[in-house]
């Protein structure tokens, strides 16, 4: 006899776009099983899209290589512990190393899925200020810390980016962006590439601008083809054509912005003649690109990590976010809107100061916080200086820094740290260093709501998910994890903005006497059910009453500018002034871009994969590893054969993999998938197929730093390829 079943309505948690799920549970004997993972089609926006790594849920829920158990390194090898000697023991050591050395002592990594999860983020960060520590570093650093720092500087918070009307727009123009395999990056939309589809079908026109031919080019919409970090500079001609050639009307721009015209003046050196040089794009190309933007009746310009990882991604999104707004496309219907939601993140984030520039710096003073945090690039340096406030003991929590990062600076780092602690899924790479393993949660076996990504929705909506099934093992909510850590190294996390998001939340507690307010576990629904009253979009009740979520009214154009803009005189700021001065690295890098015969990396994401943290699952491993891209003229001039090991090498180092010939990369361009390489460390079915990994030919720490926004540059770095020998 079979074993009943039940389905369970959630959502996922790997990118923006929360795809609504049905997860088939079957309670048996030995426990609940996860049967069958599928879309949603009651859902009211992703209506039964799904991509194949959300339908990996179950698979990862019951992946024999999850951690289940606490770990702790003695005599050099992690074995189990229990929960409370993990605890007691982190605590007394935290506690030690901030009396004796002071707070800034201890840090927190942040990684990706960090932040598709509310409770994680809140409590995560909530631990070290608890603590008095300032250093937080994340993994935004790595592929978008350029809009958040943009946006902070334009538009006063770096929660504020202005997402496509794509239900409504005529011309869409994105760069460095490959929906069909990886979605959106900083916007909520389920099926982009059916979106873009759309767009074409009711008469619009969608431009992919990429070094290569994409999975998305090959589908829909005009190519353009462009050197590897140089979208600044097309950018910056289609800004020259608008406002030096032709007759742009700045007066509305004036109305709600300020720094019009330092922001056209920087223009003017960049002819479409002079961005050809660089962009490889004709003059004559660019000019009608700029001049059908600016006449389409409602148009956008949108890039994503394949312009914010390159050289001048703080330039770019600048750029952007100018031409967008002196366009008239900023705030208006089938342009670009800043929405709401359910709860206004980008109102809540304003009241209580989180998402703007603050006061802390790193020990050398050269780089302050961007949405919360040090960029990670710098955080070797953090542990490895003779500054008494260097890092000493650093949280990994849903990271795997050590192979994520660029160079191995930070791998480097780690033994010179008194304490490393990994909260995870899995034995990862970093956790090969770690003191101390915690096991976490799946996003299956906890509740959920996605607060941090109200104000990116194209079609605003909520949803609630409950626990789907019970935690499997010794596995934990992040949020009972670190609650629990600050509460063993004797520090109340719940007096700090972050752990309470509603400054009335705080106020409560601080009424309670000190030794239930001690006891007193804020659990993150209570918070949820608090934002959620406080928007007035939604109730928690009513989410809990429809599962599969529910629509909110549409963002309306005219809500934003003069109304929710969060700098200090409401207005948009288009010269902030270290953008003004760091416009000159356009001039002094462009014979560099300019160069031929060199060959720039790029790089590209797997639509069965998601960065490095899912390879060990059998539902969706790549099933032949990594392999290099290169146009076939490339290849000849190295004596190159489709299918030959090759190697890449760079200054930095140097990786051996196979080579795939295709006129789908332009010429110029070698393209390596990052997230692999797993030999030696990491699950048993990731090493099986280890692969490389592109960051060990990127040049890594503080000094190859956007200066601007602390982004790691990970693209258009210059390599050379060659057929790989035996010693390779």
């Given at each position: 006899m079979s074993a009943p079943t039940r389905s369970v309505r959630t959502f996922c948690r790997i990118c923006e776009v929360h795809c609504g799920l049905v997860v088939d549970v079957a309670d048996t004997p030995a426990g609940e099983k996860v049967v069958k993972v599928?879309?949603?089609?009651?859902?009211?926006?992703?209506?039964?899209?799904?991509?194949?790594?959300?339908?990996?849920?179950?698979?990862?829920?019951?992946?024999?290589?999850?951690?289940?158990?606490?770990?702790?390194?003695?005599?050099?090898?992690?074995?189990?512990?229990?929960?409370?000697?993990?605890?007691?023991?982190?605590?007394?050591?935290?506690?030690?190393?901030?009396?004796?050395?002071?707070?800034?002592?201890?840090?927190?990594?942040?990684?990706?899925?960090?932040?598709?999860?509310?409770?994680?983020?809140?409590?995560?960060?909530?631990?070290?200020?608890?603590?008095?520590?300032?250093?937080?570093?994340?993994?935004?650093?790595?592929?978008?810390?350029?809009?958040?720092?943009?946006?902070?500087?334009?538009?006063?918070?770096?929660?504020?980016?202005?997402?496509?009307?794509?239900?409504?727009?005529?011309?869409?123009?994105?760069?460095?962006?490959?929906?069909?395999?990886?979605?959106?990056?900083?916007?909520?939309?389920?099926?982009?590439?059916?979106?873009?589809?759309?767009?074409?079908?009711?008469?619009?026109?969608?431009?992919?601008?990429?070094?290569?031919?994409?999975?998305?080019?090959?589908?829909v919409g005009e190519h353009l083809p462009i050197r590897p970090g140089t979208d600044a500079y097309l950018l910056a001609a289609m800004l020259h054509v608008l406002a030096h050639e032709d007759d742009l009307d700045l007066a509305p721009a004036r109305r709600v912005a300020r720094g019009a015209n330092e922001f056209v003046a920087v223009a003017a050196p960049w002819t479409p003649e002079r961005a050809e040089a660089v962009t490889?794009?004709?003059?004559?190309?660019?000019?009608?690109?700029?001049?059908?933007?600016?006449?389409?009746?409602?148009?956008?310009?949108?890039?994503?990590?394949?312009?914010?990882?390159?050289?001048?991604?703080?330039?770019?999104?600048?750029?952007?976010?100018?031409?967008?707004?002196?366009?008239?496309?900023?705030?208006?219907?089938?342009?670009?809107?800043v929405p709401r939601g359910a709860v206004d993140t980008v109102r809540l984030a304003g009241l209580i100061g989180l998402g703007r520039f603050?006061?802390?710096?790193?020990?050398?003073?050269?780089?302050?916080?961007?949405?919360?945090?040090?960029?990670?690039?710098?955080?070797?340096?953090?542990?490895?200086?003779?500054?008494?406030?260097?890092?000493?003991?650093?949280?990994?929590?849903?990271?795997?820094?050590?192979?994520?990062?660029?160079?191995?600076?930070?791998?480097?780092?780690?033994?010179?740290?008194?304490?490393?602690?990994?909260?995870?899924?899995?034995?990862?790479?970093?956790?090969?260093?770690?003191?101390?393993?915690?096991?976490?949660?799946?996003?299956?076996?906890?509740?959920?709501?996605?607060?941090?990504?109200?104000?990116?929705?194209?079609?605003?909506?909520?949803?609630?998910?409950?626990?789907?099934?019970?935690?499997?093992?010794?596995?934990?909510?992040?949020?009972?994890?670190?609650?629990?850590?600050?509460?063993?190294?004797?520090?109340?996390?719940?007096?700090?903005?972050?752990?309470?998001?509603?400054p009335w939340l705080d106020r409560l507690l601080a009424r309670l006497p000190g030794r239930l307010r001690?006891?007193?576990?804020?659990?993150?629904?209570?918070?949820?059910?608090?934002?959620?009253?406080?928007?007035?979009?939604?109730?928690?009740?009513?989410?809990?009453?429809?599962?599969?979520?529910?629509?909110?009214?549409?963002?309306?154009?005219?809500?934003f500018l003069g109304r929710r803009v969060a700098t200090s005189d409401g207005l948009v700021d288009l010269a902030p002034a270290d953008l003004l001065a760091d416009i000159a690295r356009l001039e002094a890098t462009e014979a560099d871009l300019a160069r031929p015969g060199v060959l720039r990396l790029v790089g590209r994401r797997d639509r069965r994969s998601h960065n490095s943290w899912m390879h060990n699952s059998s539902h969706i491993r790549q099933p032949d590893g990594n392999t290099a891209l290169l146009h076939p003229d490339d290849g000849a001039a190295r004596g190159i054969d489709d299918g030959d090991l090759v190697e890449v090498s760079s200054p930095t180092g140097r990786i051996a993999l196979p080579v795939s010939l295709t006129t789908d990369v332009a010429p110029g361009v070698v393209v390596v998938p990052h997230g692999w390489g797993h030999a030696g460390a990491g699950p048993r079915r990731a090493r099986a197929l280890p692969g490389v990994n592109v960051n060990d030919v990127i040049p890594g720490g503080a000094a190859h730093l956007d200066p601007v926004s602390g982004q790691a540059v990970m693209l258009a770095h210059e390599v050379t390829v060659a057929r790989a020998t035996v010693t390779s």
């Open positions: 599928r879309p949603d089609r009651e859902h009211p926006v992703s209506q039964g899209y799904c991509c194949v790594k959300g339908l990996g849920l179950g698979a990862l829920h019951h992946d024999e290589d999850r951690l289940d158990t606490p770990l702790k390194r003695v005599d050099g090898e992690l074995v189990p512990i229990g929960w409370d000697q993990a605890l007691t023991e982190i605590g007394a050591r935290v506690r030690g190393l901030v009396d004796r050395h002071g707070a800034r002592s201890v840090a927190l990594y942040q990684g990706n899925p960090t932040f598709f999860s509310f409770a994680h983020t809140t409590m995560s960060a909530a631990f070290v200020e608890a603590l008095g520590s300032p250093n937080v570093f994340a993994s935004h650093s790595v592929d978008v810390n350029t809009k958040f720092h943009v946006s902070t500087e334009m538009y006063g918070l770096s929660l504020v980016h202005p997402v496509p009307d794509l239900s409504h727009v005529e011309m869409f123009v994105c760069l460095g962006t490959n929906p069909l395999v990886s979605q959106m990056s900083v916007v909520t939309v389920a099926d982009a590439a059916g979106v873009l589809q759309r767009i074409e079908e009711r008469g619009g026109r969608v431009v992919i601008v990429d070094p290569r031919r994409t999975e998305t080019a090959r589908r490889g794009i004709p003059a004559a190309t660019i000019r009608e690109l700029a001049r059908a933007y600016a006449a389409a009746d409602g148009a956008a310009l949108y890039c994503s990590t394949g312009v914010n990882m390159g050289p001048f991604g703080s330039i770019a999104y600048w750029l952007i976010q100018g031409l967008n707004l002196l366009t008239g496309n900023l705030d208006r219907r089938g342009g670009l809107l603050d006061e802390h710096r790193t020990t050398d003073g050269r780089w302050h916080r961007v949405a919360g945090a040090f960029p990670v690039g710098a955080l070797a340096g953090e542990i490895t200086t003779d500054h008494p406030d260097r890092v000493r003991a650093l949280f990994v929590t849903a990271g795997n820094p050590v192979h994520s990062v660029p160079g191995g600076e930070l791998r480097d780092a780690l033994p010179q740290l008194d304490l490393l602690v990994s909260v995870d899924l899995y034995r990862n790479e970093t956790a090969a260093h770690a003191d101390y393993v915690l096991p976490a949660t799946d996003m299956l076996e906890r509740s959920d709501f996605p607060a941090s990504h109200q104000s990116l929705q194209v079609v605003p909506h909520a949803q609630w998910t409950p626990p789907v099934v019970a935690p499997l093992g010794e596995r934990r909510t992040e949020w009972r994890i670190f609650s629990d850590l600050a509460l063993a190294a004797g520090v109340r996390p719940w007096g700090t903005t972050a752990a309470h998001v509603l001690g006891r007193l576990h804020v659990g993150p629904d209570q918070v949820v059910a608090l934002l959620l009253r406080w928007g007035g979009r939604t109730t928690l009740g009513e989410l809990q009453r429809h599962p599969e979520g529910v629509l909110l009214p549409p963002t309306e154009p005219g809500s």
